[in-house]
């Protein structure tokens, strides 16, 4: 008899932790797709540990699910010819509207012809609270899904993928790597690339000579001033090297500081 007490005690509070938890999430991230297993990746590592500690709340789901179709489908060939299939409307809708009926969340659909997701976009999206990331997937989606349902599209690079889920998998994480609790050093988020308008700097650990490439001396030194100079400079350097468009905006927005 007490033994099932202790055992009914056990799972009601482990109900309420999980509740607990739940209501304490920072950061919801919702991403539909046809392939949900793909987003798997995302349960491993940093992120993964911020779900382990309950202030992310990342939710694959599969369009399938919600589709009208007999048969499963969730798409058909396009209107006035064209290669390719194309995700229908409805399961694409009726998803969205099951998964955010509330609409809570920022709606985002992975499109080549959204604006190009960056650092900026990563913070805007992180103070939502709650997003939803559509995935296209073979030429794309009915645009009257898109339409009805989706606040804004976003591009991760000039190029073609087969599906939107690397997309959604690219936003997800840079998102989530801003929720307080997430990171093991929250500090770390100040000193990375593009926080500034600038690259990181060259990082080395042990050995201290590998295949004749030593460390540069500065780092050895214990002069924290000297170090700092020399990372700011390599930055700088490497900025102007690799992204001279970043290192152009980065000397305006330094001179209108100063101004």
């Known amino acids: 008899m007490s033994t099932g007490s202790n055992i009914t005690f056990d799972k009601t509070l482990e109900k309420m932790v999980k509740f607990l938890i739940a209501i304490n999430v920072e950061m ?16 491993h590592g940093v992120i993964g540990r911020g779900v382990g500690a309950g202030v992310l709340d990342i939710r694959a789901h599969n ?17 006035g010819g064209g290669e390719g299939m194309l995700m229908t409307a409805q ?10 009926p509330g609409r809570e969340a920022r709606r985002i659909f992975l499109s080549p012809s959204g604006r190009i997701f960056n650092q900026e976009t990563a913070k805007r999206l992180a103070a939502y609270g709650r997003i939803l990331l559509l ?4 030429e794309g989606v009915d645009r009257r899904a898109v339409d009805l349902c989706i606040d804004e599209e976003i591009s991760v690079g000039d190029y073609i993928l087969t599906g939107g889920e690397l997309p959604a998998m690219i936003v997800a994480d840079a998102v ?21 308008g600038l690259l990181e700097y060259p990082q080395y650990t042990r050995p201290q000579v590998f295949r004749g490439a030593a460390v540069p001396e500065v780092l050895l030194s214990g002069n924290h001033g000297l170090i700092r100079i020399w990372r700011q400079s390599k ?16 000397l305006r927005n330094k001179l209108k500081s100063k101004i």
């Open 63 to 79: 369009i399938r699910d919600y589709t009208a179709d007999k048969h499963g489908r969730c798409d058909d060939y396009t209107f």
């Open 28 to 43: 919801r991230i919702d991403i539909l797709t046809l392939f949900p297993e793909t987003i798997d990746a995302l349960a």
């Open 235 to 250: 930055r700088e350097e490497i900025t102007r090297k690799a992204r001279p468009d970043l290192f152009r905006k980065y």
């Open 135 to 138: 995935c296209g997937h073979y």
């Open 176 to 196: 989530a790597r801003l929720v307080p609790g997430v990171l093991g050093n929250e500090n770390s988020l100040t000193a990375e690339s593009f926080e500034d």
């Open 91 to 100: 399961p694409v809708c009726d998803a969205v509207d099951a998964i955010d």
